[in-house]
């Protein structure tokens, strides 16, 4: 008998509109920018020949925006699992990129004690587990199809490293989770075969502002 061959694509949301360059995190009212729009039209395309039977995304509005076009493509429905929500992070509306903003006021430093935790936000571990219960539900709601979730650089990169059994503490200017990009989960049932990734927008700085 043969396996069940169900593909969960966790999508990551395209770019923001983020003129002040802060990290918004779970803010709300950050919306996709003309580019994301763009880039999520793109991936629409890409998945146009797609057995797709579920599209979920995060409660956060650039998710559903990027969800929107690859859903009604496919005469679906975007559904809502909470668990693919961005991480907490202690410094969102802030600036933080290195050498500017909140990094260099000595106020914030303690929240910096351990970065393998980390101590600023929700810990790694935390954000692989839900992931991962986010991806079987969405692997059970399609099984023999495609799924696609829509989240965030950092959880898909954290479900990612946990996966592959790396550790979760990593150098955010080396992850690779460009915007609108792609990291496939191939079961076999309910088991993992591979893990694939690929960029239907392009590369993009992990840093950039908008992102």
Same mark, same amino acid.
């Given at each position: *008998? ?11 949301? $395209? ?5 002040? $360059?802060?990290?918004? $995190? ?33 409660? *956060? ?39 500017? #903003?909140?990094?260099?006021? !000595? ?23 839900? *992931? ?11 099984? #023999? ?60 700085? !992990? ?5």
């Amino acid at each position: *008998m043969s396996a069940n061959r169900t593909v969960v694509h966790f999508l990551r949301h $395209g770019e923001v509109h983020n003129p002040e $360059g802060i990290l918004y $995190g779970r803010l709300p009212n950050f919306h996709l920018s003309e580019e994301g729009e763009r880039q999520a039209k793109l991936v629409s395309e890409f998945l146009a020949d797609r057995d797709l039977a579920h599209v979920v995304a995060s409660p *956060m509005q650039r998710a559903q925006q990027t969800a929107s076009p690859i859903a009604a493509a496919h005469g679906l429905e975007v559904t809502v699992d909470e668990r693919l929500i961005e991480a907490d992070n202690r410094f969102e509306g802030c600036k933080v990129s290195v050498g500017d #903003g909140a990094l260099r006021s !000595p106020r914030h430093w303690p929240k910096l004690w351990n970065p393998c935790r980390p101590s600023w936000g929700e810990p790694y571990r935390e954000i692989a587990h839900r *992931m991962l219960g986010a991806a079987h539900r969405a692997r059970a709601a399609a099984v #023999g199809r495609d799924a696609v979730c829509v989240s965030h650089q950092l959880p898909i990169w954290i479900l990612r490293r946990f996966l592959e059994s790396r550790p979760l503490w990593h150098d955010p200017r080396r992850r690779r989770c460009s915007l609108a990009s792609l990291t496939s989960l191939v079961f076999h049932d309910e088991q993992l075969v591979r893990v694939a990734y690929v960029e239907p927008a392009g590369e993009s700085d !992990p840093e950039a502002s908008g992102a």
